[in-house]
């Protein structure tokens, strides 16, 4: 019964390739967001949907691809991956839209580009 | 840009001292929040305080915000070996619709 789901934990692969990371949440929740955590622990938000729309797309290069095909799932498409690429990245979900409540997080991926 | 600033960077005490953890901000907010990471972890949120509010208290957490100082603190009372961690101010931007986090402080729990 996790709340906040992602797959997969870890990610090696090579620069050059396409990946997918996948989110899926069982809170309920309308809002969902990528967040980018790089190695000095910054955490920076990328992407929120709610309900299925796209609210904010933070400046992202756009090899990143977000995907909603429902409110329980967002799904992150990053094309032509590079070395910088490289950091955890975390899907979260919050009730709500507007004033940003309490957010739930999911455990992370860990993307290491070669 | 960055919203949020901690400050300690990083604090070291021994198990059963408090520690205090500061967060500085820069723009009106709808709330203030913090977050926990253990390390390899997700983040877990621990306290939210609204803007109209001056102090909270969840356990052994205390926080307490300054509107007019665009400053919140964290109080952690009795520290445990448990705390280890790193602890994230974030605030909810009138308007913005999302969280900005700050660079956190590490803190560390002596046995």
């Known amino acids: 019964d996790t709340a906040v789901s992602q797959t997969p934990k870890y990610l090696v692969t090579q620069m050059g390739n396409d990946k997918s990371i996948k989110c899926e949440q069982n809170l309920g929740h309308d809002t969902m967001y990528w967040y980018k955590q790089d190695s000095k622990k910054f955490l920076k938000i990328m992407f929120s949907y709610n309900n299925k729309e796209l609210i904010i797309n933070e400046t992202v290069p756009n090899r990143f691809s977000p995907k909603s095909p429902d409110k329980a799932h967002l799904n992150l498409h990053i094309n032509s991956l590079e070395l910088g690429d490289s950091a955890v990245y975390f899907c979260?979900?919050?009730?709500?839209?507007?004033?940003?409540?309490?957010?739930?997080f999911g455990p992370g991926t860990r993307l290491t580009v070669l | 840009s960055q919203q949020g600033e901690e400050d300690p960077q990083a604090l070291s005490i021994q198990e059963g001292e408090n520690a205090t953890m500061n967060c500085s901000y820069k723009?009106?907010?709808?709330?203030l929040q913090w977050y926990r990471q253990n390390s390899g972890r997700g983040l877990v949120h621990l306290i939210l305080?609204?803007?109209?509010?001056r102090e909270k208290h969840s356990g052994r957490l205390r926080v307490t915000l300054d509107t007019s100082k665009k400053s919140s603190s964290l109080l952690i009372t009795a520290s445990r070996a448990a705390d280890t961690a790193s602890y994230f101010c974030a605030t909810d931007s009138r308007g913005a619709q999302k969280l900005v986090f700050g660079q956190g402080t590490r803190l560390t729990i002596n046995p």
């Open positions: 305080i609204r803007s109209n509010e």
């Open positions: 979260a979900s919050s009730q709500g839209q507007g004033v940003v409540n309490e957010q739930f």
């Open positions: 723009t009106s907010i709808n709330n």
